[in-house]
């Protein structure tokens, strides 16, 4: 069974920092593009970063800079340290693993991460 299970959310100050982790289980990890998304509240869900299997990555304009997405393929692990937060920041922050050749695409629970004074 697919479980992709994130953690590190919660509430920081702007101009704080978080690393958000998300454990694999039940994939062969390394094939797999990893990536972060986040939906804020009545916001359409948006590509944050993602890593593919060979560790290239690509993030999205609004986080370029300050967000930092890598992987630890020994640990089944893909990381996302997010630096110099802002309030537009805050969203639930969700892991997703895609291997393309095959179609396979999973999705965790989701974190929160709140980024407010």
């Known amino acids: 069974q697919v479980q992709l299970v994130e953690s590190g959310g919660g509430l920081v100050q702007p101009g704080g920092s978080l690393r958000l982790s998300c454990a694999a289980s039940g994939i062969n990890f390394s094939r797999y593009a990893m990536g972060w998304y986040r939906q804020a509240a009545g916001k359409q869900r948006e590509l944050v970063a993602v890593?593919?299997?060979?560790?290239?990555?690509n993030y999205a304009d609004s986080v370029k800079g300050r967000f930092t997405i890598s992987r630890d393929n020994a640990e089944n692990t893909v990381y996302l340290q997010m630096n110099s937060l802002e309030p537009e920041d805050t969203a639930v922050y969700l892991c997703?693993?895609?291997?393309?050749?095959?179609?396979?695409?999973?999705w965790g629970q989701g974190t929160q991460v709140t980024v407010s004074s």
């Open positions: 997703n693993a895609k291997w393309y050749i095959i179609g396979n695409d999973f």
């Open positions: 890593i593919d299997s060979g560790s290239s990555t």
